[in-house]
Structures are given as structure tokens and as C-alpha cells.
């Protein structure tokens, strides 16, 4: 296993609503990316986060936020949800935010908006 | 047009087969690059990173071409536990972004 754990696994929302996903990092990583995943493609950069920090983000709307905490857990918030926003958003921390390291997934958090 | 582009598949091929996938990026600033490997409805997992060198690992073998901005992993003699989705990543580090392509996808058959 990774050492990166989500929560929660599964969850259904209703448009409109708001939801925060949670994300324990691997021991001594410092660097957290989250990544939405629509069924049949790859995984989308949505933002990283380092040293508490956004570092890099992708084309996703404000709606779309999150936070880094001091012992490198991280959260991602979806405000206004909308049905497109139904995926799976996973989460993966790595040791540097530089150079070539490894991206560690966690198991991710599937999200349902009817 | 997407930054990272793969053939989808799916490729289906006997056990023993040797298989090659094809990945194209279109940002040149593109420092990283790696093939992960996901299993049916789980999370990706790093299968190798890519050097401009070439590099093996087993029966995995994969190359860069910076100036065609190509990828590529072959596979020689295909297990059944090979039957996977194969995903392209591309990193530009100073941007803090991994790029992934929507993966192509392997069934390796008895």
C-alpha cells in the first residue's frame, strides 16, 4: 500500500451542494496533487499543493479549492456542485516538489452528483 | 487537442505477445516523464519512469524522443497479469503539473 489514505471512498451529492474530501499524505511527503478522473479517462491535474502553498494549477474553475495543513494532510473543496463534477478524485503526495519523484496515489474518493 | 495524447486501444493479445504503446506530448517545456499502470477501478501506480537514455526494466522497455516529443513502452512476452490500463505522464515541474493521458488499454488473453 501507499501510505496515502482518502476519505470518504464514496459519496453522492445533489447539484448545488458543497463537499470537502480529505487526504492523508505518505510519511515525510511534503507535496500533495489532486486529480479528478472521469470514467474512460485520465486522470486531470486539478491543483498541487507544497509546504501549505498552491503550487501549479490546472483548468479547473474557483469553485474548485483546497488546503494544505502543517503536517501535509490536505483537503479539496467543490463548491456549487455540478452533475459533470461526478469522477473519481484522487489524491497523491510525493517526497519533492522538484525532479522526477514518484507520485503515490491514495484509492481515491468517487463522487456522485445527482 | 490534448497535451498528452495515446492510442486508446483496447490491444488485445495472447499471452507470450509483444506489444508497443505510443504516447505523444505537444508542451516542449516538459521536464518528467513516466508510464503508470491502473488496474480496474483503483488507483494509478508508477510502472517506470522514462529516460532520454532508454531504459529496461524486465520485460518492460521504454523510450523517449524529445525532439518528436514521443513516448513509448513495449512489453515483450505479455503475462495475463499485464492486462491493465497504461497511462502516459508527463511532468513540467517548474509549473507543478503532471499531465496524463487518458491511458490506453491492454487485455492479454490464454
Known amino acids: 500500500e501507499t501510505g496515502v489514505t482518502q476519505s470518504p471512498t464514496h459519496l453522492i451529492k445533489t447539484r448545488g451542494q458543497q463537499v470537502t474530501l480529505r487526504c492523508s499524505s505518505q510519511?515525510?511527503?511534503?507535496?500533495v496533487s489532486w486529480y479528478q478522473q472521469a470514467l474512460g479517462q485520465g486522470p486531470q491535474f486539478i491543483f498541487q499543493y507544497y509546504r501549505e502553498e498552491e503550487n501549479g494549477r490546472g483548468n479547473f474553475p474557483p469553485r474548485f479549492s483546497g488546503l494544505q495543513f502543517p503536517n501535509y494532510s490536505s483537503e479539496l473543496n467543490v463548491n456549487a456542485l455540478e452533475l459533470d463534477d461526478s469522477a473519481l478524485y484522487l489524491c497523491?503526495?510525493?517526497?519533492?516538489?522538484?525532479?522526477?519523484?514518484?507520485?503515490?496515489f491514495g484509492e481515491g474518493s468517487r463522487l456522485t452528483v445527482l | 487537442r490534448k497535451e498528452v495524447e495515446q492510442d486508446p486501444g483496447p490491444f488485445n493479445v495472447p499471452e507470450g505477445a509483444t506489444v508497443a504503446f505510443n504516447c505523444t506530448y505537444s508542451?516542449?517545456?516538459?521536464?518528467?516523464f513516466f508510464w503508470y499502470r491502473q488496474d480496474c477501478r483503483k488507483e494509478p501506480k508508477l510502472l517506470m519512469s522514462v529516460y532520454s537514455s532508454g531504459n529496461e526494466d524486465g520485460r518492460f522497455t521504454a523510450q523517449l524522443n524529445r525532439a518528436s516529443q514521443y513516448i513509448s513502452l513495449l512489453i515483450r512476452d505479455s503475462k495475463l497479469s499485464d492486462s491493465a490500463t497504461y497511462l502516459c505522464?508527463?511532468?513540467?515541474?517548474?509549473?507543478?503539473?503532471?499531465?496524463f493521458g487518458d491511458g490506453t488499454t491492454l487485455t492479454v488473453k490464454p
Open positions: 508542451n516542449s517545456a516538459s521536464q518528467s
Open positions: 505522464v508527463v511532468r513540467n515541474t517548474n509549473a507543478g503539473k503532471s499531465t
Open positions: 497523491a503526495s510525493s517526497l519533492r516538489l522538484a525532479g522526477t519523484g514518484e507520485l503515490f
Open positions: 510519511s515525510g511527503h511534503n507535496t
